[in-house]
Structures are given as C-alpha cells and as structure tokens.
C-alpha cells in the first residue's frame, strides 16, 4: 500500500518490517521519531533510555540473546554512545543489530554539525545512507540482513531532510526470522586483551568483505547521463538536489552505503566520464577516500564544508541557471525561536538576572534562556556539562565565584549525563549551586517521558526516580524545591543556596506549558488605564506581551495565564478574562 | 507535469505540521508523488518555520529554494514577508493578517515593519490576505487558522472540493472535524 511517510517513520517501518523485537534510545532531533513510530507497533518492545550509551549496551544485550534489536540517537548522541560502538564492532552481533545516527547540518537544532560518518570508519562499522522516506524503509531492513550476514553491527545515517520529510513508500508485512538462541562465546563476546586481539583482525577481513559486496550491490548504482564531460559521485539529500538540478544530464554514481567504498566501482565510473564531481554536505568524506584510492575528483573546492546544500547551491557550483527570487525591500527583524509563552524556565531565568548570577547552562529548552532579553545563560557545551563545568569554574575561582554562579539543568539532561556531574561536585566538594530544571518531560525534542516523569514511552506507569533522595543520597544536604512561577520563592532560594557554605540544589519543578494535562488559567489582558508603560513586564521576555501605542498588550491566542508578567508589574495592570472576575 | 512547489510559513506552534500533512495527503489521493519536508525541534519553539510541500510526477528534492515557490502560505505576515524571494516571479502569496511580534521587536532592538501586505503588493506580488483568527473564531475555535488558510488555499487549485474533504477528514481528530470543515468551509468563501 502507498503511503506518504516520514523519513524516520518509514525507517520505524523497516525496523517492524525487519521483524526487529528491541529498541532503546535517548530522544534527540531529528532522530526521535523513529523510536517514537516504533513504538507504535505493538511487536517491537520499544523503551526511551537515560542516554544513548545505555540505549546501544540495551540493544547489543537484545542482539546477543538472539533478537533483531535497534538504538537511535542524533549525531552527538552518537558521541556518548562511542565507547559500547568501537568494541561492538570487535564482539560482532548474535542476531541483527542496527544503530541509527542522524545528521543536522544546518544545525536546525544542535549544537554543532559533526559529521557522523567519520564514526562508520573510525569504528569499521558499515553505513547504510539513504536519500528518502522508501530507502530508510529499504535500508533499514537490508542493514538487518547485512548485520547477520557479516556478523556487524550496522549503521543508518539519517540526516534532517531525509528524516524529516515525508516521501512515499510501499509497505508490506512482517517477517520476522527465526531466532538465534544466544550461545556462550567467551572469545567472541568477552573484549579483553587476549580475546580482542583475536577479534581484531576478524573485523579488518569483515571491512574487506564489505567493500567486495559493496561492488556489486545494487544500493550503489551508476544512473546513465548524456553528457559524460562530468560525473557525480553523491548519496543521501545531495543525491535529491543532484537529480533536481541535472535530471539525466550528467551520469550519477549514487552510493547507498558510504562506508566501506566500492574502490572498483568508483574506478570505473571515473573513468567513464572526463571529470568526477563529488557532492556531499559537511565533510569531504567521500572525496578524501576516492583521492585516497587514486582517483581525481573535485568537491569542498566547489561545495561548503558548512550548512546544508540545496538545488540552488548544487546548480550554481555545476554551473546551471537557476531562479533567485526577489526579496522585499525592508528589513525585516529575525525571528529567533524563544521560550513558549507559560514557560516555567522563565521565572527562575528572571530570578538569576535578577541576582546578577552567572549562569551555565546545558542542553535543552531551557537553553533559550542565553536569548535576548534575558540573557542569561552563559554556557553551553553538551549534555551535563553544566554541573561539571560549574564544578570546575568553582574549583578555579573559590570564593570568587561560588556565591553568585549557578547552573542549570532539565531533568531529562540529568539523567542523561548530569548525574555523574553531581557525583564528582558531591566528591570532591566544590561550594557549587546546582539547578535542576524539572519541567517532568522531555522538551526539545516533543515530549518524551524520562526516568522522572514515572511514565514509559507508551504512556503507561513506570518506575520514577525521585531527585529529591537521589541528590540527598549523593551527599546534599541542602535541597530544595520551588515553583518557577512564584518569583518571590524563586530568589529567596537562590540568593540563600548561593548564600550556603556548603553546596546545594535547587529543584525548579513546574510541568512544560505545553503537556496537554496541563490545565492553564484564562489568559490574561491588560488594564489599559492601569498601564503606565513602564516596560517592566517586558524584561521576561515572554512571546505573548508586546507594546502597542505604548501600552502593554496580551495575545490572548498566546498567553496561559501563568501571572509571572503580573508579579512585575507596579501598577497591577494584568487581570484575568476569566468570566465574572 | 512539472513540479509543483507550496511553501507553508508561520510561527512555530501554529500548527503548520497538520497544514502540511493536510496538502500531502492532498496530493497524493489525487495520484501525484509527493515530498514534504518539515523543521522539528528548536525552531518549533515560537521561531520561523517553514515547510516544503511539493508535488509532480516525480519529485527529487524535498526542498524549495529561492525564487521556486508557486505558492506561499502564511500563518503571520512578517513571515510573508521574509519568504517572499522564495517566490516565483508569478506566484501568489496567502497570508492571514495575524501579526506575532519576534522577540527584537517584542524587546525594542528592532521594529515590527509597517503596511507589509501593501508594500508586498507594490512589489508586484500578488497577495491574498485575510484575517484568519476572526473566521476561526466564527468557526468555533482560534486554533483551527491553519484550517481557515487551507480552505483558503484550495481557492487557487482545480482540485474537487470532495478532494479537500477527504483530505481532511483524513488527518483531522474526528472530535474536530465538524469544526474544521466549517473552517475550512469559511475560509473557502470568505
């Protein structure tokens, strides 16, 4: 049947289709709707792990008990889950076992662009690419087969077009194989010196094998062109804007999986053609290892090594007219994503300018809070990086720092990588202020419940870590919670854990504004003869208060009514719309 | 036939995501490949977004790039706006005349420009606007803009209106539908 399918939830169709049984992940954009879509079928056990190390030991502890098992993660979850992926590729796999990693270039929403396929060589672990919606179904259920064959696991590499645009694909039934009864292998699965030194030389004959069925797979295809002056060597989204802009101009080697390269293929395909063009976003991946097999071609001469590319950018380095469009002569103000209207983040964010804190800050919604006009976040680095770079700025400075630094942290980033942060700030006793950011969801990334929201990925209860014991059980003897809407709680609580020679955490626990339990307040308006003006409402930067004609002005489609703008306002201007008051 | 390329802009939080999934769902009963392709995650959060719909034969991008845009649909005029030169010379603009202030504006560092839609048409670009949040609200709910725009939208297609309400019917709750074809009805006539 013919449907039109997001990228990653047709990736989720293969996993299905595939017969895979187990996955775990940590939700990061834009890989979440994978696990999110598999989830859905009610074959596949699906779980959201605390981060993305655990969700790949998760999947390889499935895959060694003999069923199909799948992780995902986004490209710099595929850094933490870099120690299990480097000795994974050495044990090998019992039954099949896939990873997704997903690219942002462009950096839609992500802290750098890495390119993750440097990983599939560094860790000799074949990458499957694919262009749209029907290959990451096609991909995904031919890395299953490719994982059992060659005894490896496999990588998926998506990237933000391919996983999120929508694409048709054809879908058919569930196969789901036999199964591999898991078997003691202490050689196989015990990477230690003597073992591992064993393995070593199995996964350097795997590579080679791979790159002998990379020749004749038929993934990696040449597409016949008319004008053999140039070739393209491209895979994944390039491939897309290639055939945008050329159509069968030009012959095309579209390369399904980028690693390890058909050296033979490429040979021969360059030398059907008078100059070989590669065209691939961020790094020059493909290109450096065609240079590397001897063969000339061009490519971040012409393309960016930054951004993403597109049909406009593809035609204009090959040289093809394209349309330019006509902008509007105005300046027209940005317009940066900001905190939601409601957001809990905002009160505890007013409360830190307030206090004229330094604040470091992590991975999250709350990030927004370095956003004009509050501020405030001074710091962000990766997932936990908050507690221990506090720790560390604690540790230089002293006194210096200790009473007027802070950092924040979402509950779901704790437990991701904050926890251990806290540990080494509890150890080694540094007089540090900890933030946890508790708005009992997931946030960025669409809501996704974690450890400490007491629900599963279905919805259903689960275990729920309590932060409260967690921290008190670390070594804190100071913790406390408030609620971010009460802005008089918030900088009592801050100016006295900053004040305390001892360190301390402050839980800020208030649910996401958008979390469809949440029942909001009516919103509220402003008392046009109170109003004087003053603007005060405006230092919290909230997306549903403007000024008009010098007044301040609620967007009622907007607003939630959640009173932080009233509890600045001098003149008490803000009033409910809510029926009879 | 040649690939045909709508743009859907707004705010984050507008509810282009069911927009899009209404346009592909759309094209797709009526036999045409289709592409859509969206922005998750921070942008989603009160920033610029936009999504690509395209359809065709066979269509090879997911995106529309400068100067390609048969037609842009708009939640917000200043977004209008900041993708016109996604525009074909000849295409044609729907905006609703909502206006979200960005954060510059909302914190004085810049200003919210004036008379966009005039200044687009003295552009030469042909711009259909209409207070979508008034007719949501006749149809029962300010949320159901995005409804309002798509029958607004449908204007501008040879499409049978049955089409469009399939369509509908097809991504939208059931406990809303009714409301949303009287919106959708609405901004068809409006």
């Known amino acids: 049947m013919k449907k039109l399918m997001l990228g990653n939830a047709a990736a989720a169709r293969g996993l299905y289709e595939a017969g895979c049984a187990v996955v775990s992940s940590y939700p990061g954009t834009p890989s979440t709707e994978i696990t999110e879509e598999a989830a859905k079928y009610d074959e596949i056990y699906c779980e959201w792990a605390p981060n993305e190390k655990v969700a790949m030991e998760t999947a390889f502890g ?8 799948f992780c995902g993660m986004k490209h710099v979850g595929l850094n933490v889950a870099a120690d299990p992926l480097f000795t994974v590729s050495y044990t090998g796999v019992n039954a099949g076992m896939v990873i997704a990693v997903a690219d942002d270039p462009g950096m839609h929403s992500s802290q750098n662009e890495q390119d993750s396929r440097h990983y599939a060589r560094a860790a000799k672990i074949p990458m499957l690419e694919p262009a749209d919606s029907a290959e990451a179904l096609a991909f995904a259920k031919l890395a299953y087969d490719l994982s059992e064959a060659f005894d490896t696991p496999v990588l998926l590499k998506m990237c933000t077009r391919v996983a999120h645009s929508q694409s048709v694909v054809e879908t058919s039934d569930r196969i ?17 010196p003597g073992n591992a030194i064993r393995r070593h030389p199995a996964v350097e004959e795997r590579t080679r094998r791979l790159a002998a069925w990379a020749e004749t797979a038929d993934i990696n295809r040449v597409e016949a062109g008319e004008d053999h002056a140039v070739g393209i060597i491209t895979s994944s989204t390039c491939y897309q804007y290639v055939k945008e802009v050329c159509g069968d101009r030009y012959p095309v080697l579209k390369l399904g999986m980028i690693w390890p390269l058909p050296a033979e293929k490429i040979r021969a395909f360059a030398a059907s053609v008078e100059k070989v063009i590669v065209v691939e976003e961020l790094d020059p991946f493909v290109e450096d290892q065609c240079r590397a097999m001897g063969i000339a071609v061009t490519g971040k001469a012409l393309f960016p090594p930054e951004g993403e590319l597109s049909q406009n950018i593809v035609a204009e380095k090959l040289g093809v007219p394209y349309a330019q469009g006509r902008a509007l002569d105005e300046t027209i103000p940005a317009r940066p994503p900001v905190m939601c209207a409601g957001c809990p983040h905002r009160g505890l964010f007013y409360t830190l300018n307030r206090n004229k804190c330094t604040v470091l800050g992590d991975i999250g919604c709350y990030t927004l809070g370095a956003v004009a006009p509050l501020s405030s976040i001074e710091m962000t ?201 | 036939m040649k690939t045909k390329n709508i743009m859907i802009v707004g705010v984050g939080g507008q509810g282009s995501l069911l927009a899009s999934k209404l346009l592909g769902q759309l094209f797709l009963s009526q036999g045409y490949d289709v592409k859509v392709s969206e922005v998750h995650g921070m942008s989603q959060r009160g920033g610029s977004v936009v999504t ?139």
């Open chain 1, 62 to 69: 499935a895959s060694l008990a003999g069923k199909r098992s």
């Open chain 1, 176 to 192: 789901v194989p036999p199964e591999k009864p898991y078997q003691k292998n202490i050689a196989k699965y015990v990477m230690m």
């Open chain 1, 381 to 581: 680095l990766c997932m936990g990086a908050s507690i221990s770079g506090l720790h560390g700025f604690n540790k230089a400075l002293g006194k210096e720092s200790e009473n007027k630094t802070v950092c924040v942290i979402g509950d779901s980033t704790f437990m991701h990588s904050g926890m251990t942060g806290l540990a080494n700030v509890a150890y080694n006793q540094s007089n540090s202020t900890v933030i946890i950011l508790d708005n009992s969801i997931t946030g960025m990334t669409g809501h996704q419940q974690n450890p400490t929201t007491g629900y599963n990925i279905k919805g259903d209860p689960a275990g729920k870590i309590d932060l409260e014991s967690l921290c008190r059980a670390m070594g804190f003897n100071r913790v406390r919670v408030v609620d971010p809407y009460d802005l008089k709680a918030c900088d009592r609580a801050v100016k006295e854990e900053l004040a305390a020679d001892e360190p301390s955490v402050i839980i800020s626990r208030r649910p996401c504004a958008l979390l469809k339990y949440v029942r909001h307040k009516a919103p509220l308006k402003v008392s046009a003869d109170k109003c004087i003006g003053c603007r005060s409402c405006m230092r919290i930067g909230c997306p549903a208060i403007s000024i008009r004609e010098g007044k301040a002005r609620v967007d009622f489609t907007l607003c939630v009514g959640c009173g932080v703008c009233s509890q600045l306002c001098p003149v008490s201007a803000f009033e409910s719309t809510e029926k009879g008051v």
């Open chain 2, 52 to 190: 690509y719909v395209r359809y065709g034969d066979r269509v090879a991008s997911p995106l529309i790039d400068k100067g390609e845009a048969d037609l842009i649909v708009s939640f917000e005029v200043l977004e209008a706006a900041r993708w016109m030169s996604f525009l074909r010379a000849d295409g044609q603009i729907v905006t609703s005349t909502q206006q979200i202030d960005p954060m510059p504006v909302v914190t004085g560092a810049a200003a919210y420009p004036e008379d966009l839609v005039r200044k687009m048409r003295d552009a030469g670009v042909k711009v259909d606007a209409l207070d979508c949040l008034s007719v949501a609200m006749e149809a029962g709910s300010a949320k159901a803009v995005n409804i309002v725009l798509m029958g607004r939208l449908s204007r501008y297609f040879d499409f049978p209106e049955e089409a469009w309400q399939q369509a509908l019917e097809a991504v939208v709750p059931p406990k809303f539908l009714e409301m949303n074809k009287k919106a959708f009805a609405l901004g068809r006539e409006a």
